[in-house]
């Protein structure tokens, strides 16, 4: 099985990698902008199952030039086909909103909505040409509508919930190329994220127990949701 991760190299995307590692016949890319972490998380998994076939692609995926010149073609040269993709890379800017800048209005939308849209968009034959492939977009639980919505996440609840909406529409519009896509929609981790929003506030889950959620979904979950957003939450924050 063949599956890619984005935002691999800390939290949960972090988690993901080595959850899915212990597991054997998995061959895996993790992507996320530091060199040093992408090879520090695959020293970690050099004892697990499928630690031996993780490969790293270290890329600032806000930087569509080099996601469409360098990451894409590297996967092509690295996978005949495409199971899983997941697309965990995300931004925050915690900020009220008269405060939030344009600058940091588009890199949220960029990295929370474009990107994801670029890789299911430049994968999709490859995700094609797997028997029953699956994107899982992670997005939270304030890109809900009718959620508990919080001061100074405007821009990242609003680019999440333009995730959740994608998700939606590729169910609908790549069903006929057996890609299904569906949109886990997290509540409260302990991440430097969370931290990042809700500053001194404990969240009840760690990054390693949603992160076991995550594989298992990403793994089982097509075979039972197309298009769905599935809150994916214990307490609010």
Wanted: glycine share 8%; aromatic share 8%; net charge neutral.
């Amino acid at each position: 099985m063949n599956i890619i991760i984005t935002g691999a190299s800390r939290g949960i995307g972090y988690e993901i990698v080595r959850s899915i590692a212990g597991m054997p016949g998995i061959k895996l890319i993790a992507i996320a902008r530091s060199r040093e972490e992408l090879m520090e998380l695959k020293l970690s998994c050099t004892g697990l199952p499928s630690g031996k076939d993780i490969e790293v692609i270290p890329s600032d995926l806000s930087d569509s030039v080099k996601l469409k010149d360098e990451v894409i073609p590297s996967i092509y040269r690295l996978f005949d086909h495409l199971d899983i993709l997941i697309n965990n890379a995300g931004y925050l800017v915690n900020k009220p909103f008269m405060q939030t800048n344009e600058a940091e209005l588009e890199m949220t939308i960029r990295i929370n909505f474009i990107v994801p849209w670029l890789m299911i968009q430049s994968l999709s034959d490859l995700l094609s040409k797997s028997a029953k492939s699956h994107v899982v977009n992670i997005s939270s639980i304030g890109g809900i509508q009718g959620s508990v919505k919080f001061p100074g996440l405007s821009a990242y609840s609003s680019s999440k919930g333009a995730l959740a909406i994608l998700t939606e529409c590729l169910a609908a519009e790549l069903s006929d190329r057996n890609i299904s896509v569906n949109c886990l929609a997290l509540g409260s981790v302990q991440t430097e994220m969370f931290n990042k929003a809700f500053p001194g506030y404990k969240a009840q889950l760690k990054p390693d127990v949603i992160a076991a959620f995550i594989k298992d979904f990403a793994i089982y979950g097509n075979n039972y949701f197309n298009g769905k957003i599935l809150p994916v939450s214990v307490s609010t924050p």
